[in-house]
């Protein structure tokens, strides 16, 4: 007999196994594969004769999953906050989703939109919100009168369809006004429906899947009631502003409604009043010296809090700490009134991002007498219980990006000033010889200078890369164009922004852009070419210029410099003749020759440490009488010891061999080599 518990233990394995098979297959039938997705299946074995092991695989066979088509449209019996009479451009958002098994496009006939309910209402417009901004703009796809359809929407993926209303002036309070999009029949969710050609249809487009056309439905419904409502208008000039500059607003309030607003209370405050409640821009302070109306409150309460959950003072904090400023409009506003305009002034801040504008957000709050409830009462009477997220109909609605809030937009641009710097690698300020327009950075060509002579030409062309660092130095993001106006004769100069990847030659009056975020620094690669024949131990100048877009005036240059070979030996002799034969310089046998080597970087050293200078490093000069076309070795005999000017340690290898070893020769820098021969 089996071992009770081994079997138990079997068992449970096999119960376990069976388990997450179901799993697995339950898992999978939660997403639809795709259309045109290929399935394709082959076996395989492993098996043995004993001794020797064997593989196989059967053939492949291979299913294409077929399209299914699908639609949904949401929401279905949605609300949205009441209405009230005679209001306008309402927004009903729907959601229509592709729930087949591939891309389809989303038909709208004539009338996909269309309205119940028991209030008198029109619809004024139909769009698809391509942007999904939650209001209509520009380039959003009109589908009011005419039949349309969507662009290619992914398996799964979805668009907003928004429908503007105006609801009738004689409608009344407890009536409903009903948003349709779309007709199909059955039962809620009204989703995934056969088309059936029906007058106010949304369906889908292709016919390539295997169950047909589909068309769906959504609705949404709103209760009208009476309401107050209040329209707040705020000013500021468009800009540019500089920055350090004023903005001047201004802000007023108007009841459209039927009803009069009356007041809520803010903590810190004495009584309940209607407020217009002003966030301070980000990037900006409350100027000083300003004088405010009776009755204003200040918060310095971050915007991340609520407007109406803030703590207020009377009192004005320093200006650069207040957050908000909350105008006393009265006690009440009436049916047609028109608050006083409050006025006030906030100072940009400079060292900001000049690219990016002020945004003033405003919101208005007062308390609706219908249903007792806090609002903010912006003109549309949708009540968001006092948390600000208003919905401003005229003549903007904004998110303050400070805090997110939602409400009345104002927005004003800033004068974006250029001012940008190159130079070398990491120091774009780099100051040259006079100024930051003539810095450097030296590098040598090793190519084409092998047994050349000072003053003779070059036998192979070069290939440099200088790395460039470019700066912007502006107050806001810009558009830099980068050219090279002093390219020397026969050089190609080419610029890369991209590390290296890609080139475009900038020499012969081409230029390259590269945009540069406010504050930010970016590397630039110039490949400098040279052709052969160019004198050897000379530097060629290639300057690079950088120009800001914003201001076009403003500019810098920076000198990638190319150097044929930057190490010169200039050899010199005198004779000394001590022997009473001939003159005293006259080289006969025993006369002595002094031999001076004169080593020079010939590299520029002037400018500021960030320049790039060149260094010549492990300097041997060899001095071997019996090398080449050298014959002193031959002829002469060692005189004293050699010696050098400078640092350099001189070796006697042989009695015809010398080397001079230079550790380190920076640019500018020279020493002499001298060794003494007397002639036999």
């Not at 004495?270 to 010296?289: D, E």
């Not at 070795?633 to 042989?654: F, R």
Request: charged share 10%; aromatic share 6%; with cysteine.
């Amino acid at each position: 007999m089996k071992n009770p518990r081994t079997f138990l233990s079997t068992v449970a394995v096999r119960v376990l196994i069976a388990l997450a098979i179901v799993l697995a297959l339950s898992a999978q039938s939660t997403a639809q594969t795709p259309g045109g997705t290929t399935i394709s299946n082959q076996a395989s074995a492993t098996y043995s004769d004993g001794t020797n092991s064997f593989s196989t695989v059967s053939n492949t066979v291979t299913v294409t999953v077929s399209n299914v088509s699908g639609l949904a449209i949401t929401p279905d019996a949605g609300s949205n906050p009441t209405v009230v009479a005679g209001q306008t451009a309402v927004l009903f958002n729907f959601t229509v989703t592709n729930t087949g098994n591939f891309t389809d496009k989303v038909h709208f006939v004539a009338g996909s939109a269309h309205l119940a309910g028991t209030a008198s209402a029109s619809i004024t417009r139909t769009f698809i919100d391509l942007d999904n901004s939650g209001t209509i703009n520009a380039g959003d796809t009109d589908i009011t009168n005419a039949a349309a359809d969507s662009a290619d929407i992914a398996q799964n993926g979805s668009i907003h369809v928004l429908v503007e209303v105006s609801v009738g002036a004689g409608a009344s309070a407890g009536q409903t006004v009903q948003v349709v999009l779309g007709d199909a029949g059955g039962g809620s969710p009204f989703d995934n429906q056969p088309s059936n050609g029906s007058l106010n249809e949304v369906r889908t487009v292709s016919a390539a899947s295997v169950n047909g056309l589909r068309e769906a439905k959504g609705d949404i419904t709103v209760s009208v009631e009476n309401d107050v409502r209040l329209v707040l208008t705020l000013t500021a000039p468009p800009g540019p502003v500089a920055l350090g500059g004023d903005i001047s607003y201004s802000a007023q309030l108007q009841n459209t409604g039927a009803r009069s607003a009356s007041g809520v209370s803010l903590t810190g405050g004495s009584g309940s009043f209607v407020y217009i409640i002003v966030p301070v821009p980000l990037n900006t302070a409350v100027k000083a010296g300003q004088t405010f109306p009776a009755g204003t409150l200040f918060t310095t309460d971050a915007l991340t809090t609520a407007p109406l959950a803030a703590t207020y003072v009377s009192a004005q904090p320093a200006p650069a700490s207040i957050r908000r400023i909350a105008f006393q409009v009265g006690i009440s506003l009436g049916s047609g009134a028109t608050s006083s305009s409050f006025p006030f002034v906030v100072t940009v801040n400079t060292g900001i991002n000049a690219s990016n504008p002020i945004w003033e957000i405003t919101d208005a709050f007062g308390k609706n007498f219908f249903n007792s409830t806090i609002t903010d009462q912006s003109g549309d009477a949708l009540f968001n219980q006092g948390d600000s997220n208003a919905d401003f109909n005229e003549p903007k609605l904004g998110v303050d990006p400070a805090s997110g809030t939602q409400g009345f937009q104002q927005r004003t641009t800033l004068t974006a000033v250029g001012s940008v710097l190159i130079g070398p690698s990491g120091a774009p300020a780099a100051v040259g010889p006079t100024d930051n327009n003539d810095d450097y950075s030296n590098k040598a060509a090793n190519t084409g200078i092998a047994g050349r002579e000072p003053g003779q030409g070059t036998n192979a062309q070069g290939v440099l890369v200088f790395v460039n660092t470019v700066q912007n130095t502006g107050n806001a993001n810009d558009t830099l164009t980068i050219d090279a106006p002093t390219v020397p004769a026969g050089f190609t100069v080419e610029v890369s922004t991209d590390g290296g990847t890609s080139y475009t030659t900038v020499s012969g009056g081409g230029s390259v852009s590269l945009a540069i975020a406010f504050g930010s620094s970016a590397n630039i690669s110039v490949r400098v070419t040279e052709p052969l024949g160019n004198i050897v131990l000379t530097g060629y100048d290639t300057i690079i210029r950088v120009t800001s877009g914003n201001t076009p005036a403003a500019n810098n240059k920076t000198i990638d410099r190319l150097y044929t070979g930057f190490v010169r030996l200039d050899k010199a002799f005198t004779v000394a003749n001590a022997t009473g034969v001939g003159a005293a310089t006259d080289p006969v046998p025993g006369a002595v020759i002094t031999y001076n080597i004169t080593y020079t970087n010939i590299s520029t050293s002037n400018g500021d440490a960030n320049c790039v200078k060149l260094t010549a490093s492990n300097l041997v000069i060899t001095e071997d009488g019996l090398a080449g076309t050298n014959n002193w070795g031959t002829y002469t005999t060692n005189s004293g010891s050699p010696s050098d000017s400078a640092s350099g340690t001189v070796v006697t290898v042989s009695a015809t061999k010398y080397t001079d070893t230079i550790a380190s020769l920076a640019g500018g820098a020279s020493g002499v080599f001298t060794f003494k021969r007397s002639i036999n």
